[in-house]
C-alpha cells in the first residue's frame, strides 16, 4: 500500500505545484506544510485490510468510529511518503457515499500567524473552498480539479488527542 498512497501523492504534489503557480500569492501557498494523506477505502472489509498492510509499518495508531465510519490515524515509524508526509488517515468511505476510493486529501498546516486563509482564499476567484468543522476541528477545504486540500491549524494528531480528552472527560465524571 505504501507504493500505491506515494504514486497517488506524486500525482497530487504535481497537480498542488500546479496551483501554487497560478495563485496571486503564492507565498502563502508555498508555506502551507503538509501533514497527512487522507485514503479513502471503499468499505469496512477494504478499511479491514489496508489497516493490516499498514500497521505493521506504525509505531502509533488511533482509530475512531467518527460521523458513523472508522478512521485511523497512523503515524508511519520509519517510511516517509512524497511531500515529507507520515501520517496516513485510512478513513472507511460514509455509507451511501459514492466518493472514489483511494486518496482523498492531503492536510496542510497553515503555516505562520501571519496570514488570515480565508483572506488570502477570498481573493482567489478560481478557486472552490469552504469551512468545515466536525466538532472536534475546523479547517478549509480546497479543492482543484479532483483534489482536494484540508488547510489546518492544528495537525490531525491534535484533533486526536481532543477526541480521547473528551472520553476521558466523559468517564471521570
Known amino acids: 500500500m505504501i507504493e500505491e498512497v506515494s504514486a497517488a501523492i506524486g500525482k497530487y504534489q504535481q497537480k498542488w505545484t500546479e496551483l501554487i503557480s497560478e495563485r496571486a500569492d503564492r507565498q502563502f501557498f508555498e508555506g502551507l506544510k503538509p501533514l497527512a494523506v487522507g485514503w479513502k477505502t471503499e468499505d469496512l472489509a477494504e478499511f479491514d485490510r489496508r489497516f493490516a498492510e499498514l500497521r505493521d509499518r506504525c509505531d502509533h495508531i488511533h482509530i475512531g468510529l467518527i460521523n458513523n465510519r472508522w478512521i485511523a490515524t497512523m503515524h ?88 480521547l480528552r473528551a472520553i476521558e472527560e466523559e468517564i471521570s465524571k
Open 76 to 163: 508511519l515509524k520509519e517510511d516517509v511518503l512524497p511531500m515529507g508526509i507520515t501520517v496516513v488517515k485510512l478513513m472507511q468511505r460514509r455509507e451511501g457515499s459514492n466518493d472514489t476510493p483511494g486518496l482523498d486529501n492531503i492536510d496542510f498546516r497553515i503555516a505562520s500567524n501571519e496570514f488570515d486563509a480565508k483572506e488570502v482564499l477570498a481573493k482567489e476567484p478560481s478557486l472552490k473552498w469552504e469551512e468545515e468543522s466536525n466538532g472536534f476541528a475546523d479547517w478549509i477545504s480546497v479543492w482543484f480539479g479532483d483534489c482536494e486540500a484540508k488547510l489546518r491549524t492544528e495537525s490531525v494528531l491534535q484533533v486526536c488527542i481532543a477526541e
